[in-house]
């Protein structure tokens, strides 16, 4: 099996990855590109804040895709060249570089901040410096090395290794537990990244114990994979891709003695064998239950998942705006040209009958699954997912160490979900916020039942539910649009009713989404097991 992969990475690289962009890979990394030049800055090589909600401060990982980009694009009388080599060489000098401080080897979130760990600037892990900087970071870095290492000067590529190796020794560092950072092997995007960064580190600069700490963190990633078939950070419009994009680099660039290169295209078509069960191409949508996302809808909210699927299903089809930067989490329409490289190898490695399946919604189906996170799994989880033609339903039984779930991340944990399509392609959804650490569903055609089995009379079900142009006042269940639902189980039926918008309301808006909260407390004097039945009927 990884014989094919190396034989066609040879073909690749006979080739060059330039060539080999085509159809809507390349109009993927042109378009992104074209957006991305406009926040160049040329007086210090970097890009502005790609969102603009910082005041024009420059930001350093989406310069480092930039940087792919350029030498992707390769355009410009050279002067794409050079600009990708001034860029990389300012995220370098940039670099965190005392081997005392946790976040040494980490790249800067922007350029304009303070030294982490000042006492005007406190060291916070994902705030002043994110620990997984590293990861996307670096992993543009092999990448560029790998690809286009042929057209930077022998400078450039010294400075990289040097950088990636102190990359590497700081993400050494990194210990689920430990200085409370939560890097354990089931923290699949960064884990899996960690494991070819610091593999490949070590085999390019002939540290062997290094090149052995990426070959033993690989295989715990592999025993998790092992146990269900599933990635432990189960099912994300966003980690997925990050995912898939670290299972890719296991395929292209470890040797074949390494068990990244035995492993990696069996787990890389596993994820997407997954992907592909719970991913509706009519509505182009992912279904639930997600571990962690930002969004409900991948129409509206760009998910990473989209860009893989962009070049094998096309642009719409895929779930993205024919201009992604016009999406809520836009930024990571900096990843395009990354990912652009990548996606025919990626392509290569899986079979047709995948790639079909993923681009029409063959019929109603249901899938069962399984997936773990240890430590903060207490068992393992049991999954279904029902999709029908226009409704989708996904929940999970879990017994998590607390109501955060699996990822310890209660804001983006999504343990019971429905999506509707309706009207003109508008997509409604419901989702359930996690406040119990026991939760058990079943799920079946058109129905989806909740019960809580540590919980009580304090109990509630919390529903983030979508809003609507077509109805801006919601006054009960009845005013959702595209769905007709009906709450039953032994809740008190009448929902207390909120809105939270961006700008009024109870609340803030959940990552750029405006929703109607729906909350189902439990009946005065309650006792028993709480449950919660809901009936969707779609609408025709
Ligand atoms: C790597 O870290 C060392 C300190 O261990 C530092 O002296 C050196 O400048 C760093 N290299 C780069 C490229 O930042
Ligand atoms: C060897 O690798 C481990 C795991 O990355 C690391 O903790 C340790 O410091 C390394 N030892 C040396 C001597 O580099
Ligand atoms: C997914 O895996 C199952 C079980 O191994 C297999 O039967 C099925 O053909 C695969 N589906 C695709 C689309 O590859
Ligand atoms: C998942 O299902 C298995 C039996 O198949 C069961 O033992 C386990 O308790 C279930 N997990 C949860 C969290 O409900």
């Not at 099996?1 to 159809?23: D, N, W």
């Not at 571990?291 to 129409?299: E, L, P, Q, V």
């Amino acid at each position: 099996m990884f014989i094919k992969a190396a034989a066609l990475l040879a073909a690749f690289q006979a080739t060059g990855a330039v060539a080999a962009l085509s159809g809507e890979a390349r109009a993927m990394m042109e378009d992104s590109m074209a957006w991305m030049d406009r926040f160049y800055d040329p007086k210090i090589n970097q890009l502005y804040d790609l969102e603009s909600k910082a005041a024009m401060n420059h930001e350093t990982l989406p310069s480092a895709w930039y940087a792919v980009g350029l030498l992707a694009r390769n355009g410009n009388d050279g002067k794409d060249v050079s600009a990708a080599e001034s860029v990389i060489s300012y995220i370098i000098a940039d670099q965190h570089d005392n081997p005392k401080d946790l976040w040494y080897g980490d790249y800067t979130r922007e350029p304009e901040e303070p030294d982490v760990g000042s006492s005007v600037y406190p060291a916070q892990a994902y705030r002043s410096w994110d620990p997984n900087w590293r990861g996307f970071v670096g992993l543009s870095f092999i990448t560029i090395y790998e690809d286009f290492g042929n057209l930077l000067s022998q400078s450039v590529k010294d400075l990289m290794l040097e950088s990636l190796y102190n990359c590497s020794v700081g993400d050494s560092y990194r210990e689920g537990g430990v200085n409370n950072d939560n890097l354990y092997p089931a923290y699949s995007n960064p884990a899996i990244m960690r494991a070819i960064g610091t593999g490949w580190t070590g085999r390019k600069t002939g540290d062997a114990n290094m090149t052995n700490a990426g070959e033993e963190y690989a295989k715990k990633i592999i025993d998790l994979y092992d146990k269900h078939d599933t990635l432990s950070e189960f099912n994300s419009a966003t980690y997925t891709g990050i995912s898939l994009f670290g299972l890719t680099l296991w395929c292209k660039y470890a040797p074949e003695d390494s068990i990244m290169a035995k492993r990696g295209p069996d787990m890389l078509r596993g994820v997407w064998n997954t992907t592909a069960q719970l991913w509706h191409a009519g509505m182009r949508n992912l279904a639930g239950p997600w571990d962690r996302s930002y969004s409900f809808d991948m129409t509206i909210s760009l998910g990473h998942l989209s860009l893989w699927l962009a070049p094998m299903i096309g642009r719409k089809e895929s779930g993205l705006h024919q201009y992604p930067e016009i999406m809520s989490h836009a930024r990571d329409w900096g990843w395009a040209p990354l990912i652009a490289v990548h996606s025919e190898f990626q392509s290569s490695l899986l079979s047709d009958e995948l790639k079909q399946s993923l681009k029409t919604f063959s019929g109603e189906r249901t899938w069962n699954g399984q997936a773990y996170y240890p430590p903060y799994d207490l068992e393992s989880r049991n999954i279904t997912t029902w999709l029908g033609e226009k409704l989708m339903i996904g929940a999970q039984s879990y017994r998590t160490k607390s109501q955060n779930g699996p990822s310890n991340n209660n804001g983006q944990f999504h343990p019971a979900v429905a999506q509707w399509q309706y009207g003109d392609d508008e997509i409604g959804w419901l989702s359930l916020r996690s406040s119990q650490a026991h939760m058990k569903m079943e799920v079946s055609p058109n129905r989806l039942k909740l019960t809580y089995p540590d919980g009580g009379a304090d109990s509630v079900f919390a529903f983030f539910v979508s809003p609507s142009l077509r109805q801006t006042n919601v006054k009960s269940w009845a005013d959702i649009q595209g769905v007709s639902i009906s709450i039953s189980g032994n809740v008190n039926t009448t929902p207390v009713l909120t809105f939270a918008g961006r700008y009024g309301g109870s609340a803030g808006a959940y990552y750029d989404h405006n929703y109607w909260r729906f909350e189902h407390k439990m009946p005065s004097g309650f006792t028993g097991t709480p449950e919660l039945i809901i009936e969707f009927a779609p609408e025709d």
